[in-house]
T-cell receptor, first 116, second 112 residues
Framework: GAGVSQSPSNKVTEKGKDVELRCDPISGHTALYWYRQSLGQGLEFLIY????????KSGLPSDRFSAERTGGSVSTLTIQRTQQEDSAVYLC??????????????FGPGTRLTVL | KNQVEQSPQSLIILEGKNCTLQCNYTVSPFSNLRWYKQDTGRGPVSLTIMTFSENTKSNGRYTATLDADTKQSSLHITASQLSDSASYICVVRRGSQGNLIFGKGTKLSVKP
């Protein structure tokens, strides 16, 4: 079946503009994660959705970042008033459930965001 | 502080050779440890997952080891192939419901 898809694959924007990044998880996966991968850095956790539970937003770096997951499927990560330090690859991952022991995450290809 | 440190940062080997990548962690409490392979421009793909009681696990030419006492893991690649060129990321789960802590990865280049 289809894997996790993300769009757009590349996004170039001007400082101060808002951007929306989309993630389509694998069908049936209840857990969805957003990560940020800056050049030369490890993956940085941003936000986690699990079913109908309140999302874990503890990784969002500022209030300019927000995410929604509609209908338990598609998710949108929104960055308002983008800054140059927001430039990174934004990765989305989904997993069938979050058992804590065997919850392999399946990653999308990422969206490369460049803020000029 | 909960951290995952990987070494070396980068590695170049000749096709057919073996190599070993290292991962040291200070994450507590420990739940499990994963190795991911990330090809350039792609998302990470899981290679192995190991829990506290597991010392070694293989996936084809990839063999991961875990020493929970010393908080060290290694990923051994045998008979390397050009397609093994990628970043290898060590990831530790903090607690059964905690966040994943990612290492910065080791960039492996396999040359013909």
């Amino acid at each position: 079946g289809a894997g996790v898809s993300q769009s757009p694959s590349n996004k170039v924007t001007e400082k101060g503009k808002d951007v929306e990044l989309r993630c389509d998880p694998i069908s049936g996966h209840t857990a969805l994660y957003w990560y940020r991968q800056s050049l030369g850095q490890g993956l940085e956790f941003l936000i986690y959705f699990q079913g109908n539970s309140a999302p874990d937003k503890s990784g969002l770096p500022s209030d300019r970042f927000s995410a929604e997951r509609t209908g338990g499927s598609v998710s949108t990560l929104t960055i308002q008033r983008t800054q140059q330090e927001d430039s990174a690859v934004y990765l989305c991952a989904s997993s069938p459930r979050d058992s804590g022991r065997a919850d392999t995450q399946y990653f999308g290809p990422g969206t490369r965001l460049t803020v000029l | 502080k909960n951290q995952v440190e990987q070494s070396p940062q980068s590695l170049i080997i000749l096709e057919g050779k073996n190599c070993t990548l290292q991962c040291n962690y200070t994450v507590s409490p420990f739940s499990n440890l994963r190795w991911y392979k990330q090809d350039t421009g792609r998302g990470p793909v899981s290679l192995t997952i190991m829990t506290f009681s597991e010392n070694t696990k293989s996936n084809g030419r990839y063999t991961a080891t875990l020493d929970a006492d010393t908080k060290q893991s290694s990923l051994h690649i045998t008979a390397s192939q050009l397609s093994d060129s990628a970043s290898y990321i060590c990831v530790v789960r903090r607690g059964s419901q905690g966040n994943l802590i990612f290492g910065k990865g080791t960039k492996l280049s396999v040359k013909p």
